[in-house]
């Protein structure tokens, strides 16, 4: 109660300050009149009885502060009073305020807009009703990894819907599945990319509808009228936001769908980064594509997400689903695994994590060095302001008090620029979102980016603030009141306060300068790497992948491919051009078992499967090791061969010669069959130079039921010239086939390398500003130290010490600093430089060259920022230097 | 400046808010003026008390509500605040006195029984 009340007491108190203040004056002169009246009817002169009155009553400045922090809540109430001390000081000295403030917005902006990039795309879960509740579902095949992100489908229709009725342990299972598929006519039909979902979608994930209904589990039965929903991306492009879309009539494939509603406008389904152009029941699959997928066991074409009932743990789902699912047909070699599933089916998030945390991480350590600097800054204006501190001190001032003021002139800068620094990532974040292609149009900055601004700015200033303030009030009053404002010479916490920092900044620019280092080697090695095949003008186009076509059989045996062959290899430019399905560097993929006699296939899918026409070889210029390639002698029908890649041969035959040898496309070896080994090709990087050596088993094209899927050209100049010609022959030869793209290889590689291209020149750009701060840093401490020592070099000089030895003097105080900080940085490096292993390409984690040039790169910039302090205090003339004194 | 005095008196912690609220209860209403006054004669020049020190003990007593305090004026005719003990300051004074006492004897029970 006591407490409660005086608690109230001090609340009004810190408001009603200033008539407080005068109350409590008034009080003390009263008293003081009253104890001097005493004194003088005892006989003191006026003036005896006033000195001795305030002797009795003791020092007023340090009652009356002791009387202040009584009143009001000291924190606030001193805060107050820090504020308008700050503003005052900054008026005083704009050139270091507006320093300072400009170095914060630039370190905290950086830091806003890396975090802002990490909390739109990697950390934010589904805009959906509690996600963490969500797991996916994932089908993975024995002593298989699976690769890449789950935009991999994973289950049959038949598969979804036996777990779905005989699961116990979710609240729903939610199935979706997108595909393209045209709205209207021929040539002129739009292709919409359209989500087909299972009539617990909306209930089940907990998204609503801006206008309209939903889709309803009654949608999703055969017989039900075609509805969809939109969503409100396509709601505003094709229906201007307009109501009236409601029941208007969408040609989607062979059906016509009537629009129910629209999404909620935060909704973008389950994929950030690729939102459809509307969700319609999963029922109407058969409507829309030529295929019934649905009552296909084989065809798995739904991503599944569960939200588990309250209590129950993924674990446990996991294994009754598991169990379920391997008691389905189809299913040998198969399981079924849950992965946390609230932020969706990944697609983008898992590179922009990697790269953005990196970034994170390096635009930190950049502020840690501006911190240093500034820190730097702040103590040479402590010591500047050493005789007011002095003052202040001896006034009766408490050092925490005067460490609290320090530390608010710190907070208040710190204060502007985090609001600077918010200002310019709120006006970048829209560039940002533009260039890169973020889905985030017209994005504004998250809470917790500004949050989290405040929080690195609130660390920032207690990193350049505490350490100075806490040196600077320790000091010997009589030396601090004694020193006049020209000459104060620097104290000695001072001076190591400020060696420990550009020690800092030393260490964290080696750990930088070595990540940059890194980066760039591993970026000249991915450049340089060889993928195994010659990358230099060679041509890749690639057909759109058509599943539908492809499952209807309409390519097969492609009756156009030998005259295309002919056609391209009598272009003028093309030196040899060649046909695959399934090629390197392309969109898909088919892979299968294989076995000899000896070897039974290890899993379902050992090998990727290629077939080729001939001259393929040739063409990409793949080196045939042992045996021959693909030739014209092989026909539909006739003798089947293959041609191993050098990584199987040697898995299958060890140092045996392969060629004569058979194998088969089976789990285990069958002599049905069977086909004959009659070359072996050196390994090639398939996906890319990030990509390993791959299994491949090359077949030929004629004797493959697949369709061509993509076309090696090799030209004699600019492979850019001859895409034009490939073009007009495939239009002209295959109007069918839609062309995904033509490109030179040597570009697409180019292209997978924007990531690491990113991170190089990142770092190697915050590893040179690092480098700039820390000269500055070193500079400006030796410069400062140089300043307090003017008379005694001035004395040396005048002593016939030669100019050279104040370059030694400098040398043989700093030189064991630089060396033992870029130690520590090599330590730190080497230590850092294993969480960063997945991001370097064929660079060792202790890259001890790379190491050394960063140490070498730091010493020499040590030596020119100490070498021109050093200099101009050789140059003094010393009768001026003593003079000055 | 002088800097001899100690920053805080040497009076035991808590005593000085218990000899204020004595004096009040005593001699009723008092400036601060007053206050220090008496009890450096009752103390007979034993406490070594700046008279300052007083201000920041009245805030404190006044913000837990055992004072109250109002402008009057003094006998040389001047403004000046007077304070006066409420009913909760005498409920906290008698237990307060209660407690000393009680730790008096106490401690002179243990050194009589020391010698």
């Known amino acids: 109660m006591t407490s409660l009340r005086t608690a109230i007491a001090r609340l009004r108190g810190i408001f009603g300050g200033d008539r407080a203040d005068a109350r409590i004056d008034e009080e003390i002169a009263a008293h003081l009149e009253m104890l001097a009246a005493e004194f003088e009817s005892r006989g003191m002169s006026p003036r005896e009885a006033r000195l001795a009155a305030r002797r009795e009553f003791g020092g007023v400045a340090q009652m009356r502060e002791n009387w202040r922090e009584q009143r009001g809540l000291p924190f606030l109430d001193a805060l107050r009073q820090d504020l308008r001390y700050a503003r005052a000081q900054m008026r005083k000295h704009p050139g270091f305020a507006v320093t300072a403030i400009l170095t914060l917005a630039l370190g905290i902006g950086a830091n806003a807009i890396v975090y802002q990039v990490?909390?739109?795309?990697?950390?934010?879960?589904?805009?959906?009703?509690?996600?963490?509740?969500?797991?996916?579902?994932?089908?993975?095949?024995?002593?298989?990894?699976?690769?890449?992100?789950?935009?991999?489908?994973?289950l049959s229709y038949p598969q979804f819907r036996e777990l779905a009725a005989r699961q116990n342990l979710a609240e729903s299972l939610i199935a979706s599945g997108t595909s393209m598929l045209p709205s209207g006519e021929g040539k002129n039909a739009e292709k919409l990319t359209i989500t087909l979902v299972s009539g617990n979608y909306f209930a089940g994930l907990g998204a609503g509808v801006a206008v309209g209904r939903a889709l309803t589990p009654a949608d999703d039965r055969p017989g039900a009228p075609p509805?969809?929903?939109?969503?409100?991306?396509?709601?505003?492009?094709?229906?201007?936001?307009?109501?009236?879309?409601?029941?208007?009539?969408?040609?989607?494939?062979?059906?016509?769908?009537t629009v129910v509603g629209v999404a909620d406008a935060r909704f973008y389904g389950l994929t950030l980064g690729w939102e459809p152009d509307a969700w319609i029941p999963a029922a109407l699959q058969p409507q829309v594509l030529r295929n019934d997928y649905l009552r296909d066991n084989e065809n798995y074409w739904l991503n599944v997400i569960a939200r588990l009932k309250p209590g129950v743990t993924p674990e446990r789902a996991q294994a009754s689903l598991d169990a379920i699912y391997r008691s389905l047909p189809g299913t040998a070699h198969r399981h079924l695994t849950l992965r946390p599933g609230y932020r969706g089916l990944t697609l983008m998030r898992d590179g922009t994590e990697l790269i953005g945390t990196a970034l994170m991480a390096l635009v930190s350590v950049v502020l840690l060095i501006a911190c240093c600097n500034l820190a730097n800054l702040v103590l040479g204006r402590g010591a500047a302001r050493m005789h007011e501190i002095g003052v202040r001190l001896a006034m009766g001032a408490g050092r925490g008090r005067i460490v609290r003021q320090l530390l608010t002139e710190c907070l208040a800068l710190a204060a502007a620029g985090t609001l600077a620094a918010l200002a310019l990532a709120a006006w970048a974040w829209p560039e940002l979102t533009r260039i890169l292609e973020l889905p985030f149009p017209g994005g504004r900055l998250e809470w917790r980016t500004c949050l989290f601004a405040a929080a690195i700015a609130g660390i920032a200033a207690c990193i350049f603030g505490l350490a100075p303030a806490l040196?600077?009030?320790?000091?010997?009053?009589?030396?601090?009141?004694?020193?006049?404002?020209?000459?104060?010479?620097?104290?000695?916490?001072?001076?190591?306060?400020?060696?420990?920092?550009?020690?800092?900044q030393i260490a964290v620019s080696v750990v930088l300068v070595y990540g940059?280092?890194?980066?760039?080697?591993s970026l000249w090695n991915l450049q340089h790497s060889d993928v195994g095949f010659r990358t230099e003008r060679l041509l890749i186009a690639t057909f759109a992948w058509d599943q539908e076509a492809a499952s209807a059989g309409e390519f097969e045996n492609d009756p156009f491919a030998g005259p295309l062959l002919d056609r391209l290899n009598h272009l003028p430019g093309v030196v040899s051009a060649a046909l695959c399905a399934f090629g390197p560097l392309g969109n898909s993929t088919a892979t299968g078992p294989l076995s000899t006699p000896d070897h039974p296939s290890k899993a379902a899918n050992d090998v990727l499967i290629v077939p080729v026409s001939p001259g393929y070889f040739e063409t990409m210029g793949i080196r045939i090791l042992r045996g021959r390639g693909i030739s014209d002698a092989e026909r539909a029908g006739s003798h089947n061969v293959a041609v191993l890649g050098e990584t199987e041969a040697r898995r299958l035959f060890g140092s045996a010669d392969p060629v004569g040898r058979l194998v088969s496309a089976s789990p285990t070896f069958k002599d049905e069959d069977a086909v004959e080994v009659v070359g072996v090709a050196r390994d090639i990087r398939f996906s890319g130079p990030h990509s390993g050596a791959a299994a491949l088993y090359y077949v030929p094209l004629a004797q493959a039921h697949v369709p061509v899927t993509s076309i090696a050209v090799r030209t004699a100049g600019d492979p850019d010239r001859a895409a034009s010609a490939v073009r007009r022959v495939l239009r002209e030869m295959a109007p069918g086939r839609e062309i995904a793209k033509i490109e030179p290889v040597a570009e697409t590689v180019e292209g997978q390398l924007v990531n690491d291209y990113l991170l190089a020149f990142s770092t190697s750009g915050f590893s040179l500003l690092a480098l700039a701060l820390t000269a500055l840093g070193i500079y400006g401490v030796i410069a400062y130290a140089m300043v307090g020592r003017t008379r005694e070099i001035g004395i040396r000089l005048a002593l016939g010490a030669p100019r050279i030895s104040v370059a030694r003097m400098v040398a043989r105080e700093y030189f064991p600093l630089v060396g033992a900080s870029a130690a520590v940085g090599v330590v730190v490096a080497v230590g850092t430089a294993r969480l960063a292993r997945g991001m370097v390409f064929g660079v060792a984690p202790n890259d001890y060259l790379t190491l050394a040039g960063a140490a070498a790169v730091l010493a020499v910039v040590a030596v020119l920022a100490g070498w021109l302090p050093a200099r101009r205090a050789s140059r003094m003339d010393p009768i001026v230097a003593l003079r000055e004194e | 400046m002088d800097n001899r005095t100690p920053p805080h008196s040497e009076v035991p912690y808590g005593t000085l808010d218990l000899m204020v609220l004595k004096t009040l209860d005593t001699l009723g209403p008092l400036h601060g003026y007053g206050i220090a006054r008496r009890i450096e004669q009752v103390s007979q020049g034993a406490l070594a008390l700046n008279q300052g020190t007083i201000y920041p003990a009245l805030l404190r007593l006044e913000q837990r509500g055992w004072i109250d305090s109002d402008w009057g004026t003094s006998e040389n005719n001047r403004r000046a605040r007077f304070y006066s003990i409420s009913a909760a300051g005498r409920k906290q004074l008698a237990a307060e006195a209660k407690s000393w006492s009680r730790t008096v004897e106490m401690v002179n029970r243990l050194l009589e029984g020391e010698s």
Request: net charge positive; aromatic share 4%.
């Open chain 1, 118 to 154: 990490l909390e739109s795309v990697v950390y934010r879960p589904l805009p959906v009703r509690a996600p963490r509740q969500l797991q996916l579902l994932e089908i993975s095949e024995d002593g298989k990894q699976k690769v890449g992100d789950a935009m991999q489908q994973d």
């Open chain 1, 227 to 257: 509805v969809a929903v939109l969503s409100p991306r396509f709601w505003e492009k094709r229906f201007g936001n307009r109501p009236e879309a409601l029941g208007q009539t969408l040609a989607l494939g062979g059906a016509a769908v």
């Open chain 1, 471 to 504: 040196t600077n009030t320790r000091l010997d009053l009589l030396t601090a009141l004694q020193a006049n404002r020209r000459t104060y010479s620097s104290g000695r916490a001072t001076h190591r306060l400020g060696r420990l920092l550009i020690a800092a």
């Open chain 1, 516 to 521: 940059a280092g890194v980066l760039g080697r």
